[in-house]
């Protein structure tokens, strides 16, 4: 017997595609992000989901989006999402969209190796990674995309390697590296921005990527500030917003007042007893570098 969608409980397809009913912490970041990458794909599309703190965004009780959704590993995920964009592409299905989706730990540290795979080759596949600076689903530990200083629950006991001596990744520099067709920096906190790097990226064919910075509730602010915090941290300066074309041309597609950083960082728990000064100093190296290469002017031939 076959039971409609109704009889089965699962909403009715509308204009959104992603709608309540998730399972993630209230007041989380990330969510107001993926409704977003979600509306500028469309419904053709194919989600390949890392182990991340998304398991919770679709519970699976409940249908919560209308397009399909693979939970996989961190060691395979990049690589299904590549497969899968061949065996689309094999069967002449162009209009469809295979997006893989990873948390930072997964992007910056476990899956690296199939993300720089899947680059190298470039893939079909538009890659979004939701970075929470942590390894947020499972409590908060520190990940390669964690700034230095900040407090996570890996950290605090233990101070094994002082803050200065410790580093972090760039993970856009890692897959500029790469010379992959698109890559871009973006926050929920600015959907115009998010919105057209989203839609900038599928017009590539290959690999692109947006690396969104999502505030989570780990990082110990109060649930209905996430937005405000989101916005602070590019406001402030401390999450740039940019895009990469080619590995190589830089261009800042939004110009921060640069708001005290205090700003940020009074607002959440994780940066307690922080060296503040630290932080300043790795902000200032990055926007030098970031003005340096976006004013740098490469031919025309050279993409
Ligand atoms: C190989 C492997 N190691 C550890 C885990 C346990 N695990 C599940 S989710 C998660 C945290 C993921 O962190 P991140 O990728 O940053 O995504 P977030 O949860 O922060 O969204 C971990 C460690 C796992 N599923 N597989
Ligand atoms: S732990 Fe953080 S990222 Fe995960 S659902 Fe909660 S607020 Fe969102």
Redesign the pocket.
Known sequence: MRLTASELGIRPFSNDRYFGGHGACPGCG?VSMLRQVMQAVGPKAYYFI??????SYFPGEFTVCDSSIVFT???AGFAEAEGMSQALELRGRTDETVVAY??????FD?GLGGLSGIAERNANVLVVV?D?Q?????GGQQ?GGTPRGIITKSTQPFHQVPAAARNRKDLLEILAAHRVPYLATASAAFPRDLDAKLKTALTCKGFKLVHVVTA?LNWGFESRLAVRVARLAAETGFHPLYEIQGGRRYRITYEPPFVPLEEFTRLQRRFQGFDLELLKHDLAERWEDLRYKAARVWPAEVI
């Open positions: 990330a890392l182990a991340s703190c998304a398991g590993v961190y060691a990873s948390g930072d730990g997964g992007a476990i939701n929470n942590g390894y947020q689903n499972t990940s989570c």
